[in-house]
């Protein structure tokens, strides 16, 4: 089965075609950065019309990355949610749209189960059941996953997602647009123990997170310093040890509570280089993505669409966003 995967979700449009025979055949990207650069974080009504702009001529170029044409395929896939409510639309509108001319079916997809299967696109996939850390600009999650579409959270933060709070943190330091990279740059840049900011509710059971207070902590010292670019590294260094630390000891009780062997790790900030070294000394194989697989793509979607499409899924030919969905809410496959 051959499936078009388009995401939408937010600020990069991304378009895959997977095979389920012969893996993943051709995938294209187009980031946004340069657009919502200027106001400092994505302007959701821009990010929509750049998606209407962007998509037939992703899908186009990723048909003929992979020699293929559109009476070849016999499925697409979409993300339907979460994410922003205008942009949602614009890929499950052009999904639905395909789908009815062609006459083949359509799926929507949960955006942070595509990001949850991304390593399962890797020629190591990792085997089920494991753990996963779900950890990006807009959420951060622990879930146990005894099998594909059953998922239970462990743990989530009550604020700030990790990745908004790198973002957050980099802005109130003056770094550029968008700052969590910047920030991790920074930060290798920084003196260890020059400042030490506390680690947020690791002093209490469960898996849940907090970063929101590690933000005000940040400030208050750039605040407190003689605001040189050394001490703003210092700070950098600080922050993300404190981050990383933090998601580490959450994930080793998260396999200590489930016993599951497996850690898979999934979401922009699953790039970020200390904490890929960091989740290695965990005792447990850890699986992460590709970096270009970390961040939002059509590669994921188009998987995740491929699995519940050869499962049988069936969806009504109706337009559907949601840009609130509990991933507990999704069916086993």
């Not at 937010?10 to 106001?39: K, M, P």
């Not at 494991?130 to 951060?140: M, N």
């Not at 980099?170 to 680690?199: E, S, W």
Request: charged share 20%; aromatic share 6%.
């Amino acid at each position: 089965m051959r499936v078009l995967g388009i995401e939408t979700s937010c600020d990069e449009t991304g378009v895959a075609i997977y095979d389920t025979e012969r893996g993943l055949l051709a995938h294209r990207l187009f980031s946004q950065i340069a657009l919502h650069a200027e106001y400092g974080g994505v302007v959701p009504e821009l990010a929509s019309r750049d998606h209407i702009q962007r998509v037939l001529p992703l899908i186009h170029e990723t048909l003929a990355a992979a020699n293929l044409s559109l009476s070849e395929l016999d499925g697409i896939a979409y993300t339907a949610g979460p994410g922003l409510i205008g942009a949602l639309l614009v890929g499950a509108s052009i999904a639905r749209a395909l789908a009815w001319g062609l006459s083949i079916p359509a799926v929507g997809v949960h955006h942070m189960e595509g990001h949850l299967l991304a390593p399962m696109l890797e020629a190591n996939p990792p085997s089920l059941p494991f753990v996963a850390l779900l950890v990006s600009g807009g959420h951060t999650l622990l879930v146990d996953v005894p099998r594909i579409g059953q998922y239970e959270v462990l743990g989530e933060s009550i604020d700030d997602a990790a990745g908004e709070a790198f973002d957050k943190t980099a802005k109130l330091l003056g770094l550029a647009y968008p700052g969590g990279p910047l920030l991790a740059k920074l930060a290798t840049q920084g003196q260890a123990g020059v400042y030490h900011f506390k680690r947020p509710m690791v002093d209490r059971p469960g898996c849940d997170f907090s970063f929101s207070g590690l933000k005000t902590a940040a400030l208050t010292a750039w605040q407190q310093s003689t605001q040189t670019e050394q001490d703003k590294a210092n700070i950098a260094y600080a922050f993300e040890e404190a981050v990383v630390d933090t998601l580490f000891i959450k994930c080793r009780r998260a396999l200590e509570q489930t016993k599951r062997p497996t850690l898979v790790v999934a979401g922009g900030v699953g790039a970020n280089r200390k904490l890929r070294e960091r989740l290695n000394d965990l005792k447990a194989q850890v699986f992460f993505p590709r970096l270009e697989f970390c961040t939002d793509n059509g590669a994921m979607i188009a998987y995740a669409g491929a699995l519940r499409l050869q499962a049988g899924a069936a969806e009504l030919p109706i337009i559907q966003a949601r840009p609130r969905w509990p991933l507990v809410e999704l069916e086993a496959i």
